[in-house]
């Protein structure tokens, strides 16, 4: 399958797991796939050995097992899984893919640092509700989606699960709903009862850190996103990618501050001591700003691209490729319209608006349509808010 790019990688083949860990032991690699079923040791072992002993490589699985167990212990040690049969073109594509994304993290510290996450921490609150509807006699799916929704660590792991190959499903799944109806109440119960599931935050550590601003801005953002999408009557498909876009368009400062705290408040002191921007401050401590982390990470798991062009550039969105109304633009607009004139949390200074990008557009006049729908729906009440979140 990978005979044509023999001139373009270098490769080496193992028949056994055992094998596989002894040619890696010589020298470095920047990708490895890994069947499933091999003789002596399964795919989800030598993964995990793999993870453990060469934290710099990306892990991808090429196996047609379709063992439930199985495949479920490689959702932490496996960053994409791609089933059998599978096309050449998939396969070259998953590992240039892959090998390239080195590429966007100028820091190998942190690289190696993504590379090793099996998950996000789940906001308390969130984690413990969704135990206990899962463990309830009657569950819905809409229930379970309803609370996963709202959080951006259990969004990112059930996008990584739905857009893998193994689940049969060959596209973009952007929507958390659309995502638990194709996955099914079981598959969610074994991943957040399973080690390599879901984990939520210490409570303290989450509110000290301030992660639940955070989360709120992370939340508020996504509802402001989905109601602009909405009022540009966007197809259902760029709605589901403005909400998921604007929950995770963050999702390199909840890396950053989850587990390196004290140095992301460095970096946000000297945005309010030196008047300098947060990603030139994040820069300065970490070498990489917030939006090359999740990028990095939400490419490594297989995120859809408008999630990830939201991701990547909802501060910078003359960026991007398009110029069309896309769920980044819906990101962009919602990220500066719900946060305080002037300020942001924590004396960080609030984000701007690119009005050159919405001339580009030609939509600097839906900006005052756009605003009344972000202020309609961010006073919704709460209970209505909850409600209609997945509609």
Request: net charge negative; aromatic share 6%.
């Amino acid at each position: 399958m990978l005979r044509s790019m023999r001139g373009d990688w270098d490769m080496l083949f193992a028949e056994s797991g055992a094998r596989g860990l002894e040619v890696m032991s010589g020298q470095s690699f920047d990708v490895v796939v890994s069947d499933m079923l091999m003789p002596g040791m399964n795919g989800a072992a030598f993964l995990s050995e793999v993870r453990m002993r060469h934290p710099g490589v990306v892990r991808l699985v090429l196996s047609g097992h379709a063992q439930r167990d199985l495949v479920m212990a490689s959702v932490g040690p496996a960053h994409q899984y791609l089933a059998k049969p599978c096309h050449p073109e998939t396969l070259k594509t998953a590992v240039t893919r892959a090998s390239s994304l080195s590429s966007t993290l100028n820091s190998e510290p942190i690289r190696q640092f993504v590379l090793q996450m099996d998950r996000l921490p789940n906001v308390p609150s969130l984690y413990d509700e969704l135990i206990t509807t899962l463990q309830a006699p009657e569950v819905s799916a809409a229930a379970v989606a309803e609370i996963m929704a709202r959080d951006p660590g259990m969004t990112l792991k059930i996008l990584k699960m739905v857009n893998s190959a193994f689940f049969g499903f060959y596209g973009q799944v952007s929507s958390v709903a659309d995502a638990v109806s194709y996955l099914g109440l079981d598959t969610i119960k074994s991943l957040a009862l399973s080690i390599n599931g879901f984990s939520k935050f210490e409570s303290c550590h989450f509110h000290e850190h301030g992660l639940d601003s955070l989360w709120n801005h992370s939340v508020n953002t996504a509802l402001a996103a989905k109601s602009i999408a909405v009022s540009e009557n966007a197809e259902k498909k760029t709605i589901d990618a403005a909400f998921t876009g604007g929950l995770l368009h963050d999702l390199g400062k909840f890396v950053l501050v989850s587990h390196l705290g004290a140095q992301y408040h460095e970096a946000v002191q000297m945005v309010i001591e030196q008047n300098v921007e947060l990603s030139a401050a994040e820069q300065q401590i970490f070498g990489v700003s917030h939006e090359d982390v999740g990028a990095y990470l939400g490419g490594l798991w297989g995120l859809p691209t408008p999630v990830l062009d939201a991701i990547s550039w909802h501060q910078n969105p003359r960026r991007a490729p398009s110029k069309d109304f896309t769920p980044l633009t819906a990101v962009h607009v919602a990220h500066a319209l719900v946060q305080r004139p002037g300020r942001a949390g924590n004396g960080v200074p609030a984000a701007q608006l690119d009005l050159d990008y919405l001339t580009e557009l030609g939509m600097v006049e839906r900006l005052q349509t756009w605003r009344a729908a972000v202020d309609e729906g961010l006073s919704l009440p709460h209970n209505y808010e909850r409600e209609n979140l997945m509609r």
